[in-house]
């Protein structure tokens, strides 16, 4: 195949799907969308990166070359005295991931801009396959001195599944064999030419200190229990030139373990939320009003459906599934890459994108009344007041948050976008170890100076002392306690009003960030609550707004029973 039948696939399969003639859920959009959007941002001033179309079509070709070891294309042929595996043919959507991960180059050094991926599909779509592909690529024909290749797991068994498929691939084929000076033993692939080597890696992260990794293949992600074995391997890559993890796995149910974490990293760089360039995501799942069970919406989580994925099976297991409750989550995690738990994504982020408005300042609202929610977790933590606006003739909030935070947690902080955010203005930062609260007080002095605050409701277990100072100046603070009685209303009319496009804010990319980690767990009361799944996610911004809104409606509803009591008379 040509280089240009590549890419012309590639680029018609991303456009069906963002045009909507594939189907494909959100995710598997946003991905299509955004490889689309570079390729029209090459060239342009601030994308330092082309699309090299030999390179990407180079690593196509290679993996057609090899053959299948499973199923029926892996029956043997005899072809011209010999007999011969059927070879592996690449889907449009395996183009597509080849394609960028070999493709894209940074315009000034020519290396690699991708340098991790993570793919996560159903069951049965081809990811070992694939996978063993691109890991034999890095080994032979990167033209990487030394190249060391490992497929990782925290079992031996599953470190060998996609290693077991690359080693029986190059058993198949002599050809590949002598080209390259491969040899085989039971437990690598190497190239004693080049030094290079593949080898399946099970252990825990303590025991593989001294690895100098090319790339690394990290096989079911979801069944890492720790992040031991991907931490190691991710400081593994330090000294090499462009260097590649590829995260391949399907859903699971642990939303607080290294797979969750990196999911959740990738959909914020999907939506925006994250700019980072180097970090190439596809997920294939169903978006969450879709209904499991009809059969029209199960190509969104299996782009292989057809092909590896046969329909029937995927009914016989459907059918099981609504038989039979327990079966159920296994069908939803395995066959359509659902993650099954009783907490899901509190904000549809496209609709928070849709109110946003970069223009919106404190001058354009300083004129409508204002209230100010507080929350002031801990002195070495973010520490978040949100203004909130409301026009009651449009029936419109606007929405403002200030963020301050430590110096010493921002040079800590594992979250690396810290300082961009800090230089962007979009985080005050002040100086030593814990916040200084004095700025925090002078912020709200000046907005009581200066803006027409009606009321600042903060958390007593939190501001006590801030509280106290202010309280003594004449300033309106109210309690307001964090409790589910006192969130789930103003939680649920905070989404409304963002779906009804009936509040603004500035795009603060920090309280995007911050609104894109709320969960929202709900009780048998239908009750919900924000919660963050791990503790780098932080919530201070939505939670102080929750608190703003729940002040407004509470004088909203006090006032409407004031006006009713009239009425009555």
Known sequence: ???????????????????????????????????????????????????????????????????????????????????????????????????????????????????????????????????????????????????????????????????????????????????????????????????????????????????????????????????????????????????????????????????????????????????????????????????????????KANPNLGVSVKMDDMEAAARKALAQPSAQANFLTKRLNVWVNSDSAWMDMQAWERCEDKTLTVDRVKHLPVISGLDLASKVDVAAKVNIHYDADADHYYLLPTFWLPERAVEQGRNSQYDGWRRAGHLQVTDGEVTDYDEIEDAIRADVCTLQVKEIPFDPWQASQLSSHLLEEGAPMVEYRQLVQNMSEPMKQLEALVLQRKLTHNGNPMMTWMISNVVCHRDAKDNIYPRKERDENKIDGPVAAIMALGRWIAGQQESKVIKQGFVEL
């Open 1 to 299: 195949m040509s280089d240009t039948t590549y890419l012309s696939r590639a680029i018609a399969y991303a456009q069906r799907v963002v045009d909507g003639q594939e189907t494909a859920g959100r995710l598997e959009r946003r991905y299509c969308a955004r490889f689309l959007g570079d390729l029209e941002q090459q060239g342009s001033e601030g994308f330092p990166y082309r699309f090299d179309e030999a390179a990407g079509a180079r690593a196509c070709r290679f993996i057609e070359l090899l053959p299948h070891i499973k199923g029926e294309w892996a029956k043997p042929v005899y072809v011209e005295g010999r007999f011969q595996h059927g070879r592996i043919q690449l889907g449009d959507w395996q183009c597509l991931v080849v394609l960028q991960i070999f493709g894209w180059r940074h315009v000034a050094t020519g290396l690699r801009r991708f340098r991790r991926v993570y793919l996560e599909v159903a069951r049965k779509n081809a990811k070992s396959t694939l996978a063993a592909g691109i890991a034999l690529y890095m080994e032979v024909a990167d033209n990487e001195p030394g190249a060391h290749v490992y497929s990782a797991a925290t079992t031996g068994d599953q470190a060998r599944e996609v290693f077991d498929v690359a080693r029986n691939m190059a058993l198949r084929l002599p050809e590949f064999q002598a080209r390259f000076g491969v040899e085989i033993g039971k437990h690598d692939i190497t190239v004693p030419e080049t030094a290079s080597s593949f080898k399946p890696l099970n252990a825990e992260g303590s025991t593989l200190d001294g690895l100098n990794i090319h790339c690394a293949i990290v096989d079911e992600l979801h069944a890492h229990k720790t992040r031991a074995v991907y931490d190691v391997l991710d400081s593994a890559t330090g000294a090499r030139s462009q260097p590649l993890i590829v995260m391949i796995t399907t859903a699971g149910s642990d939303r607080s373990g290294i797979c969750y974490e990196q999911r959740d990293y990738t959909v914020k760089v999907l939506d925006g939320v994250i700019q980072d360039e180097t970090w190439l995501g596809v997920i294939f799942t169903l978006d969450e009003d879709d209904i499991w069970h009809e059969p029209e919406v199960w190509r």
